[in-house]
């Protein structure tokens, strides 16, 4: 496979050619912040916050699906880029109920780590408050739809990771949400094989065991990881 | 199918011709205010004056004089009738004896009708769109068999590259240039999409076409399908067009009925099948990776580009997308030479393009005209300018991803880069009108609304921004808002349009910054003034939010 040379913050970075830049730039150790993007499931590029400025390009592209180029300059963290991410999360924050002091996830969370990382420590938009229904009909699991973020990570996995295909989105704009099967509670799914790698995958504290508590909710992605390299380098690290 | 059957065809549909002709208009605009009763009562008039062998009552396409209707017209005489009820069916026969009647006639000399330049619909008001011989009859399928029989694939796309036609979806991309692209995979599967959804408020050329003359849509994707080497096509039409629908399908069977679609179009070794999918009405789903996933039978979500539809689109096979009115314009393009098709139009847009005329305006309906034609003579010379007393302020193109170009700049004429350097775009061509009583920020927060329940919902700008945009533009309506809110809109259009997905997102902030733009002083003079007593700690900029009032209290310090 040809290798390629690229410059990422003004760093040479070698790359192999199906890489994206997001792999190149972690490779190389050079942080690019993400939200809907997960090891080992496809990308979507939903989520705006890995884009990146690439000199010659109009367009701000997504280091998550972007493919390395042979001279790529790529700007990660630019002035402009930085306020873009602040701003994207305090839409994320104003759009649902980001309470994080009574959030199982608190401290765990993926959302809370890139507002603290981004310096997000206020929203200037209005607060939608959105009354959105907890779905706790799962024996095992709660979905708590006032804390999504809509990355669908969860759907995401649940059909390319276990293949079960119970999780969806339904609706459009602001009003999506994730649903189990037909639109029914998740207790009543038939699909569901409660393998838990939804509520691995969930970036917030969406997805829950339940029975934890504030702050009590911390997921193993080395789950997840594991499954996938066994299935795509067929390598069981035990 | 050989030339000498289409010939034939046509001239056994000339020798039907009568001594009259009554076309009565049977497109949507025209059915709603009851023109399949106009039609069915001069057809019963007919029968009872004893006149079946001199009159032929035709159901045709749109006749363009779309707030008029319903609309008959009347051949040889060249008379326009408009309002036309039942009752006046037999007034409507006797004109044809010489006799006056006080029916309300249309004036076919006016500019509306004197500046037009029908090319895409050149057939339209014309032949009966449920007839495909009345389409042979002005010379339908010709361009089809000339270029099976006489001009192979490169030589399709290089006329058609040549003729510098560009999409008339709105963005205005190199027809020619998409096309090579997708002939040029190395795929054994292509496909051909007619993007037929078309979904801005206030627009509907493409519905007119497809009611009007489907076969010539049929015709160009079977064109294209041949030069790109695609042996199936898609139709995606919206389900809000059943009419449109209708049409359609009738056309592809009659067309299969014929050889001209299906295996061995034309006798030839080239197979092509058109098959429907119909929207169920979300609007992003014109956006063409969005429109492929709802082919697939997926949620209608755009994804990003690349790679681009051309070299990876339907079933991940090459893709050519193209709209109802680019392929429309294939066939005279073919029959009458890429040289004639780029001598109309200006210097970078060629050919004409069709506008639906809407709004506060004196004349409502569908134009044609020439690339380059200033929009001053569309809006005030066709349209007739505002309704009476009424003076234009603004005129939006390109529905909500377009904007508002205001009095001022009438005179620029309309093509691709100048509507885009006056912060609007061509579009699709939905062209409305607005008078003096227009408010501007209410057009810019109509728009947003309509964003804001259209957005798909994937990613973050497009999805939370536009509520929080639509909030804003309410706030600075109802007079609630200060300097700051304007600064925050102007901030978030900025992250909207640069950041979103697809296009819709990213073209969602136009109507605001174009309004913004020309009439900024309509936004200022609602803001609040800035409080009194001004909290103590000083204004942050907006890049800088200040460390004051957590609302995140639970965050790690």
Same mark, same amino acid.
């Given at each position: ?69 042979? &001279? ?11 306020? =873009? ?13 980001h309470v994080c002091a009574v959030c199982?996830s608190n401290g765990?969370c993926?959302?809370q ?32 739809? @006032? ?20 999780? @969806?989105?339904?609706? $459009? ?13 998740? #207790?009543? +799914?038939?699909?569901?094989? #409660? ?19 504030v702050a009590?909710?911390? $997921? ?19 | ?139 339908? =399928? ?14 399709? %796309? ?30 054994? $599967? ?35 399908? =041949? ?11 919206? #389900? ?14 009659? #067309?299969?009925?014929? &050889?001209?679609? &299906?295996? &061995? ?56 997308? @193209? ?19 780029? +001598? ?71 093509? =691709? ?42 990613? %973050? ?34 992250? %909207? ?22 009439? $900024? ?29 957590p609302?995140n209290p639970g965050a790690p310090?």
């Amino acid at each position: 496979m040809a290798a390629k040379t690229l410059t990422i913050d003004g760093q040479l970075v070698s790359a192999e050619e199906n890489q994206t830049l997001l792999e190149a730039a972690r490779d190389a150790q050079i942080p690019i912040p993400t939200l809907c993007h997960l090891d080992g499931v496809m990308d979507v590029g939903a989520c705006r916050m890995c884009l990146v400025e690439i000199v010659g390009t109009p367009k701000l592209l997504p280091a998550c699906v972007t493919k390395v180029q042979e &001279g790529l300059e790529v700007r990660t963290n630019s002035e402009r880029l930085q306020r =873009y991410r602040r701003l994207l999360l305090e839409l994320l924050f104003a759009e649902r109920n980001h309470v994080c002091a009574v959030c199982v996830s608190n401290g765990h969370c993926e959302l809370q780590d890139l507002a603290t990382q981004h310096g997000m420590d206020h929203v200037r938009y209005a607060y939608q408050a959105p009354n959105l229904g907890v779905d706790l009909s799962h024996r095992l699991y709660g979905l708590d739809h @006032n804390r999504c973020v809509l990355c669908t990570r969860c759907v995401r996995v649940c059909w390319y990771i276990e293949g079960a295909g119970t999780l @969806n989105l339904a609706g $459009r704009g602001t009003g999506s949400m994730i649903i189990t099967d037909l639109n029914q509670p998740w #207790a009543d +799914s038939d699909t569901c094989t #409660a393998c838990g790698k939804c509520v691995q995958a969930c970036p917030t504290g969406a997805l829950f065991y339940k029975g934890a508590t504030v702050a009590e909710m911390e $997921r193993d992605r080395q789950k997840l990881e594991y499954i996938v390299t066994a299935r795509e380098k067929k390598q069981w690290n035990v | 199918m050989l030339l000498e059957d289409l010939i034939k065809i046509k001239e056994a549909e000339l020798a039907r011709r009568k001594k009259h002709t009554l076309r009565c208009c049977l497109a949507a605009g025209c059915i709603s205010s009851q023109g399949q009763a106009v039609k069915d009562a001069l057809d019963q008039a007919v029968q009872a004056a004893g006149l079946a062998a001199e009159v032929e009552v035709r159901g045709v396409g749109c006749l363009r004089l779309c707030g008029e209707g319903p609309l008959v017209a009347v051949d040889p005489d060249g008379v326009l009738f408009q309002k036309i009820r039942p009752e006046d069916a037999p007034a409507l026969l006797s004109t044809l004896q010489g006799e006056t009647s006080p029916l309300d006639r249309g004036d076919l000399q006016s500019p509306f009708f004197k500046h037009q330049l029908p090319l895409v619909l050149e057939n339209s008001g014309l032949v009966d769109p449920d007839r495909i011989e009345s389409y042979i009859a002005a010379d339908g =399928y010709l361009a089809l068999r000339n270029v099976l029989r006489e001009m192979a694939p490169p030589e399709v %796309v290089s006329a058609i590259t040549k003729s510098g036609l560009r999409g008339r979806g709105g963005a205005g991309y190199p027809t020619g240039l998409k096309w090579a692209t997708v002939a040029k995979t190395k795929s054994t $599967r292509r496909f051909v999409i007619c993007n037929a959804d078309e979904g801005d408020p206030g627009a509907f050329m493409d519905r007119s076409v497809l009611e009007s003359d489907p076969h010539r849509v049929l015709e160009g994707m079977i064109v294209a399908g =041949y030069a790109v080497g695609a042996e199936q096509g898609f139709i995606y039409v919206r #389900a809000e067009y059943p009419l449109a629908i209708q049409r359609l399908q009738n056309a592809i069977r009659q #067309a299969k009925q014929m &050889g001209l679609l &299906g295996s &061995g179009v034309f006798e030839s070794p080239f197979n092509f099948n058109i098959d429907i999918r119909i929207g169920a009405g979300a609007f992003v789903c014109g956006e063409e990776t969005a429109l492929m996933a709802s082919v697939e039978g997926r949620r209608g979500q755009p994804r990003p580009r690349p790679p681009f539809p051309a070299e990876s689109g339907l079933f991940g096979q090459p893709t050519l997308i @193209n709209n109802v009115e680019t392929f429309a314009n294939v066939p005279p393009i073919i029959l009458k030479g890429p040289e004639w098709f780029a +001598s109309i139009g200006t210097d970078k847009s060629k050919g004409t393009k069709v506008f639906a005329l809407a709004g506060k305006i004196q004349t409502t309906g569908l134009i044609e005209v020439p690339m380059g034609t200033p929009l001053r003579v569309i809006v005030e010379t066709m349209g007739g300018g505002a309704p009476a007393g009424g003076q234009i302020k603004a005129v939006q193109t390109g529905g909500p991803s377009g904007g508002c170009i205001p009095a001022s700049h009438l005179d620029t004429p309309v093509d =691709y880069e100048s509507l885009t350097t006056l912060g609007s775009i061509m579009g699709s061509g939905g062209m409305i009108v607005m008078d003096q009583t227009t408010d501007m920020v209410d057009v810019a927060r109509f728009f947003m609304e309509f964003c804001r329940d259209e957005s798909c919902g994937k990613c %973050v700008p497009c999805r939370a921004g536009t509520v929080q945009l639509h909030e804003l533009l309410a706030k600075i309506l109802a007079r609630q808002a200060t300097q700051r809110d304007l600064d925050r809109l102007e901030e978030l259009c900025d992250l %909207v349009k640069h950041t979103s997905l697809c296009g819709l997102g990213q073209t969602a902030p136009n109507p605001v910054l174009s309004t913004l733009r020309f009439f $900024r002083h309509e936004y200022l003079e609602r803001l609040q003034p800035a409080h009194p007593n001004p909290p103590s700690a000083p204004p942050t900029p907006a890049t800088q939010p200040p460390n004051t009032a957590p609302v995140n209290p639970g965050a790690p310090a």
